[in-house]
């Protein structure tokens, strides 16, 4: 168990709809980061917040957009679901979100677009 | 940052120890090297990481050339349940997201 908790664990809905998905860090984490990965594919970093700034963006939609909040969680949201959204969305926490401090990632959220 | 290169897939003999060698030549003084690795669909789980000495915790050890142009994650004693994907990446302070690679299939057979 890393310590990173995801909500929901999976998630269907139709294409045009919104959904958010949360992210709970570890205990003492200061930075979220969010991931996609397709089927079969590589991971994609979304986005990463330190502290509740937002500190570095790749490749994240228009229609997605993420926050993290004073008592740390995170959220992403994504809207105007296409089929081709359909993924695992994975967060990771890291303590200081530098490169001497490891990421751990939760088990992610599973999006069904129909 | 330094890109990475590692074999597409190895086998290992359950109780063997598994070896898994990456190529980061490129690699600047102020980068790391990590190493992840994913059993489908699941998160990826944090193995160990290093600058330059070696390092071992409970799960592997990283042994780091001392070129550090690559690098070995050493599972002591593979058992079934590391049969997963293993990914090498080198981060720096630049790239606080860790960029994938496709990584190292590694299966262990009884």
């Known amino acids: 168990d890393s310590g990173v908790t995801q909500t929901p664990k999976h998630l269907i809905t139709a294409t045009g709809q919104r959904v958010t998905l949360r992210c709970s860090p570890r205990?003492?984490?200061?930075?979220v980061y969010w991931y996609q990965q397709s089927l079969d594919q590589g991971l994609q970093f979304l986005i990463q917040?330190?502290?509740?700034?937002?500190?570095a963006k790749g490749n994240i939609l228009e229609r997605f957009s993420a926050q993290q909040f004073p008592d740390l969680h995170s959220e992403l949201n994504l809207s105007s679901l296409e089929l081709g959204d359909s993924a695992l969305y994975f967060c990771a926490s890291s303590e200081r979100g530098n490169s001497n401090s490891p990421l751990h990632f939760g088990n992610g959220t599973r999006l069904t677009v129909t | 940052d330094a890109k990475t290169t590692q074999p597409t897939s190895m086998d290992c003999a359950e109780g063997r120890a598994a070896n898994l060698p990456c190529n980061h030549s490129?690699?600047?003084?102020?980068?790391?090297v990590y190493w992840y690795r994913q059993i489908h669909s699941q998160g990826p789980q944090y193995i160990i990481h290093g600058l330059k000495n070696n390092e071992t915790n409970e799960m592997a050890s990283l042994i780091i050339t001392e070129d550090r142009k690559s690098s070995t994650l050493i599972l002591p004693h593979a058992t079934l349940r590391d049969t997963a994907v293993y990914y090498c990446i080198v981060r720096s302070d630049s790239n606080y997201q860790l960029i994938w690679g496709a990584g190292t299939k590694l299966i262990i057979k009884p």
């Open positions: 490129t690699i600047s003084g102020n980068e790391y």
């Open positions: 205990s003492g984490d200061l930075s």
């Open positions: 917040y330190y502290n509740g700034e937002e500190r």
